[in-house]
Structure formats: C-alpha cells, structure tokens
C-alpha cells in the first residue's frame, strides 16, 4: 500500500465537487418527486489517483465506477473501499474477467452473452453470484457496446438462465444529442422489461448519467448516476 503526499489544492477541490454533486443530486431527485436515498452516486475514477479517490470517500462518496480492468488492479488496495462499493462499468474483456470478479460487487457493462457466459464461469469458481446490469446501446452508436434494445429481451433470457449471475437492471451511455429521448426510452424499457417477469432477473436498477447529464437521468428514473469529472476534474 502506496500513499502520496497530497496537493491540497486537488483535494479541496474534490471535497467541493462531492458537496455540490450530492446537493444536485438530492434537488434532482425532490424535484422528481423521488427519494433522494434511492438514488446512488457513483464516483467514476478513470485516471484519478487512489489517494484522491479516497478524498471523495472521506466526503461520503460509497459508490465508485471502475472502467479499465488493469487500472482497477493496480489501485484497488489503496482504496479506503472495498470490492461491495465498487462496480465495473467500462467495456470488459473476457480474458480480463478472472482478474477481476473478486475486487467488484456488480459488473455493469455486460455487452454480450458471451461475457455473460465467462462472468458465471469465474463466479462458479469462486463460489459467488454476480450482480449485474445489462448495458443497451440505446442510440444504435456503432462506435458504442451493449445490446441493441430489440435485442435486449432475448439477451436477458439467456443471461438470466446462468446459474451464478443475477441480473438486476440496466445500464446505458446515450448519444450526447438529445440525450433526454435516450433516457425516457431506457425508462421504458426498464418498465416494459420488468413486466415480463423474466425469472433470476430483476430491473432494480437503471444506471444512467454522467456529469453533463446526471439531473436529467434522475428526472428519467435513474437510481445510479455515474460521475467522474464532475468531481474529479476533466481528465487530461
Ligand atoms: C467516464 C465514464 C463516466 C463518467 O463520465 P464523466 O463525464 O466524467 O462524468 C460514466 N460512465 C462511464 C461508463 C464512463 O466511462
């Protein structure tokens, strides 16, 4: 375990960003008519060190977003977390699979049955049930994972008959235009999906929205919200 020497000036920054992120978030939720302990803010802490991350903890921060498998590796001791306050939420390789699923208590960013199959092979072998979401390409981007949302259904059926995954939601990065549209068809898919009752699935989460848009996502009924620069600072 590595500690650095702070920059004050960062971490006060941080402590602010985590205050004004938190107060948003509880408007947003009271202007939604929703209650603001429903909704959980995650911090997403691509490129920012462990020992600022820990910053944004010591300000309540209990949620925080990892997208990279190596990096997760390489900070996860340092963190004042454990593995239960952190997801994965970044494109995930099956061959990366095994390094992680002990270090996270939800994968987010399921694409495929095939990672899907690999994440229950390594939650068997460990003896675990993994939660996780299933992430929507809900704008149809070819640059973007997830399945397409005709798709979805069929995808969850067969995600939801692997022994040692429980589904329990969705997730979805929408297209910067327009992003409201995107966010209401998730609402609704979430809805319509949830109605079909499909067994060892659940649609107890809906993750969407980052720093530019997190508010707008809590008007839409997302009960995790995914910032990183909001608190952080624009990564370079
Ligand atoms: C980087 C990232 C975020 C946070 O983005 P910001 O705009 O910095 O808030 C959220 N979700 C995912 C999947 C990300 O990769």
């Known amino acids: ?4 020497p702070l920059n004050d000036v960062y971490a006060r920054s941080i402590r602010e960003n985590v205050a004004l992120v938190q107060q948003r978030v509880v408007r947003a939720a009271e202007r939604a008519g929703r209650s603001p302990a429903d909704i ?15 910053v944004a903890v010591e300000c309540g921060v209990n949620l925080l977003g ?18 239960e306050c952190i997801h994965f939420i970044g494109h995930l390789q099956r061959n990366k699979v095994k390094s992680i699923i002990d270090k996270v208590s939800m994968i987010e960013s399921v694409d495929s049955v095939s990672l899907a199959e690999e994440i229950d092979r390594q939650a068997s072998r460990i003896g675990v049930v993994m939660p996780v ?19 979805l259904e ?10 040692n995954i429980a589904v329990k939601g969705l997730m979805a990065i929408p297209p910067k235009d327009n992003t409201q549209e995107y966010f209401q068809k998730m609402q ?10 499909i067994d060892n699935s ?5 993750s969407m929205g980052m720093s530019a848009d997190y508010e707008l996502a809590i008007a839409c009924g997302a009960n995790i919200v995914r910032v990183g620069s909001a608190l952080f600072g624009q990564r370079k």
């Open 154 to 163: 069929e995808g969850l059926r067969a995600v939801s008959r692997l022994k």
């Open 66 to 83: 990892e997208n990279r498998a190596q990096e997760l590796l390489e900070k996860h001791s340092v963190y004042t977390l454990g593995p």
């Open 133 to 151: 979401l299933l992430e929507v390409n809900i704008g149809l981007q070819p640059t973007k994972s997830g399945f397409a949302p005709e798709a």
């Open 188 to 197: 609704q898919l979430s809805v319509d999906i949830a109605g079909k009752n």
């Open 1 to 4: 375990m590595t500690t650095k």
């Open 202 to 206: 659940t649609m107890e989460y809906l």
């Open 40 to 54: 959980r803010l995650m911090a997403v802490t691509k490129t920012v060190a462990p020992e600022y991350v820990n």
